[in-house]
Structure formats: structure tokens, C-alpha cells
């Protein structure tokens, strides 16, 4: 049981901690403004760790390298503490590699996650209240996503489709995702 409840803390605190260097890494992307709460509470959550990184670790292609590698970081010691919590035995480099892809494929899993939510917060924003402060950030965010669909779906009696075709995108890489377990391990 103790080990349940150390596994659930640990792992709400691994998964917003990521959440949060990859929506960095999003708005960095899709070159978002940080001059807004959100922004402004991304980068004090997360500068103790990608500033640093930065040091020895450039961007390349427009990415943020240094903010991917902090969440990969993130979910690689949370998944050492809970296999070493549940007796969990490693054995030799594949062990360790398994554990390593299974931290990568965490932090993808995530980062669609983070997509999905970026793009059902950006519908709602239209839809409830188009004049919110938050509307035009996260229409910039959902912007890269839904462009290229928008371009090949008209909208239907004046309402965008985009945003469910999207979601239903995001899904299929998801059960994708779901079926590639490197080493036979379970994905969180």
C-alpha cells in the first residue's frame, strides 16, 4: 500500500513536471509568447533544470534540446525509483536501455497528451469565449496542428472540424504508441 501511494505521488509529480518542460518546449516551438502568466510560470518552473542543460545542450531545428532531455530526465528517475521500489530487476545494459526507451516513449506519450489538451483548450476558448486573454495563445499553440488540416476540411455549417480530426490523429498515434514496448516492458 505504501508503495501504491509513493508510486502515485511520485508519478503526478513526474508527469506535470514533464507536462511542463514540454509545453515549454511547445511555446519555444511555436514560438508562443512568454510575456503571460502561463509563460511567466513555465519558465520559473522550469528554468532550475533547462538553463543549465543549455550549457552543453543547443537547440538544433528550432528545438529546445535542452527542455526535451529535462523530461526525458524526469521520467528516467521516476521509472529507476519505481522499478527499484518494486523489485523490479535489471539485468546488465538492457535492463538499464529498457528502462530508458520506456522513459522516451513516456515523454512522447506525454507530449501528445499535452497536444491534445493544447488543441481541446483552443476549441473550447472559440467556441465559450473567443475575447478570453488566454484565446490568441493557445490558438498560436493549436495553430501548427490544425493549419495543415484546415487546409483539405472546410468548415461545415461555419463550424471548424479540424480540431476533431486532430484529436482523432492524436489517438491513433496513442494506440500506436501503446503497442511499441521495447524489451517487452509495460508502459506507465
Not at 56 to 61: A, N, T, V
Not at 155 to 172: M, R
Not at 177 to 186: A, F, S, Y
Request: aromatic share 10%; charged share 10%; glycine share 8%.
Amino acid at each position: 500500500m505504501l508503495i501504491e501511494i509513493l508510486g502515485l505521488l511520485l508519478g503526478t509529480a513526474s508527469q506535470l513536471m514533464t507536462l511542463a518542460f514540454l509545453a515549454r518546449l511547445w511555446m519555444q516551438w511555436t514560438r508562443a509568447p512568454f510575456r503571460q502568466p502561463l509563460g511567466q510560470f513555465l519558465l520559473t518552473l522550469t528554468d532550475w533544470a533547462v538553463l543549465p542543460l543549455r550549457r552543453w545542450l543547443r537547440g538544433l531545428w528550432g528545438i529546445d534540446w535542452a527542455s526535451v532531455l529535462a523530461a526525458w530526465l524526469v521520467q528516467l528517475v521516476y521509472l529507476a525509483i519505481m522499478t527499484s521500489l518494486t523489485g523490479l530487476v535489471l539485468f546488465g545494459a538492457g535492463g538499464v536501455l529498457g528502462v530508458a526507451l520506456l522513459a522516451l516513449l513516456a515523454v512522447v506519450k506525454s507530449f501528445v497528451y499535452l497536444l491534445m489538451g493544447v488543441i481541446i483548450i483552443a476549441a473550447l476558448l472559440s467556441w465559450i469565449n473567443p475575447y478570453s486573454p488566454l484565446g490568441p495563445l493557445f490558438e498560436t499553440l493549436a495553430r501548427p496542428l490544425l493549419a495543415p488540416l484546415r487546409r483539405f476540411l472546410p468548415a461545415v455549417g461555419g463550424i471548424d472540424l479540424s480540431p476533431l480530426v486532430a484529436l482523432l490523429l492524436l489517438q491513433v498515434v496513442l494506440i500506436v504508441l501503446g503497442h511499441v514496448q521495447p524489451l517487452g516492458l509495460l508502459l506507465p
